[in-house]
């Protein structure tokens, strides 16, 4: 846990020095690339919770996530909702210590976060949902969320690599069926996808990220920093 508590810290540090005086740019104007964010940096309360966020994830402590939960917190676009909602969907409540929430919460940390462009003082996570523009399809285009990540040509870690990219934004290609691959006990799906100059090739899921997975925001509230929203889809 300590080596994801420092890598989280480290980003912190990275997004205050490099990507903090980039320009704003308006969605017609969006680049092919979105390179990461990490704004909790503006509230030392916010980065606070943020980093204790992430240590709940790696003691995959129940209770301490049900207390950031807020009552009236949004767990899908159905019926799921409320922190007995939220536990149930997640079977927090029969099983917490094998619950998929923490894999997919500590991804989502990891990659950093952002201020509701429109100004209303929520903050989302991860980054890629509050700052994927507007004139890319979000249902057929997917984040690249590293740097120097392998474009190959089949689908497979010995296959030749074609390319590297650098947190682009790419079309997937949804016109075969992918094997997927393992690391560090995790499973990822290969993807097919494509390049604005038309290039294409395989990249592991492990660095792609959609707009439309999942991500949560957390809201100000008199009691401190709270989780009211934490869904994927549209």
């Known amino acids: ?29 969006a680049p092919a690339k979105l390179p990461p964010t990490e704004e909790s940096i503006r509230d030392p309360e916010l980065a606070r919770a943020l980093r204790e966020l992430l240590l709940i994830t790696g003691r995959k402590d129940k209770n301490a996530l049900m207390n950031y939960l807020d009552p009236q917190i949004r767990c899908s ?5 409320g922190p007995k909602g939220f536990a149930a969907h997640w079977k927090l409540d029969k099983d917490p210590a094998r619950s998929q929430v923490w894999g997919v919460l500590e991804d989502m940390l990891l990659l ?3 201020y509701d462009a429109q100004g209303s003082g929520v903050y ?15 249902f057929e285009y997917v984040a690249i ?9 089949a689908p497979k870690l010995d296959a030749s690599v074609t390319g590297t990219l ?5 079309k997937v290609l949804r016109n075969e069926k992918l094997p997927s691959m393992t690391l560090n006990g995790r499973t990822y799906p290969w993807m097919k996808v494509q390049l604005d100059d038309g290039r294409s090739g395989y990249v592991s899921g492990r660095y792609t990220y959609s707009p439309v997975g999942y991500r949560f925001s957390l809201a100000k509230k008199a009691t401190g ?7 994927a889809g549209d």
Request: charge should be positive; include cysteine; aromatic fraction near 16%.
């Open 145 to 153: 969320t590293g740097q120097s990540v392998q474009l190959r040509s």
């Open 166 to 170: 650098n947190y682009d934004i790419v």
């Open 225 to 231: 920093w709270k989780i009211d929203f934490f869904v």
């Open 1 to 29: 846990m300590k080596t994801t508590t420092l890598k989280f810290c480290t980003l912190m540090l990275v997004m205050a020095g490099s990507f903090s005086i980039l320009p704003r740019m308006s969605p017609a104007a």
């Open 77 to 81: 676009f159905g019926g799921c909702a």
């Open 124 to 138: 989302y996570v991860p980054y890629v949902f509050a700052r994927f523009p507007e004139n890319r399809d979000a």
């Open 112 to 114: 950093g976060g952002a």
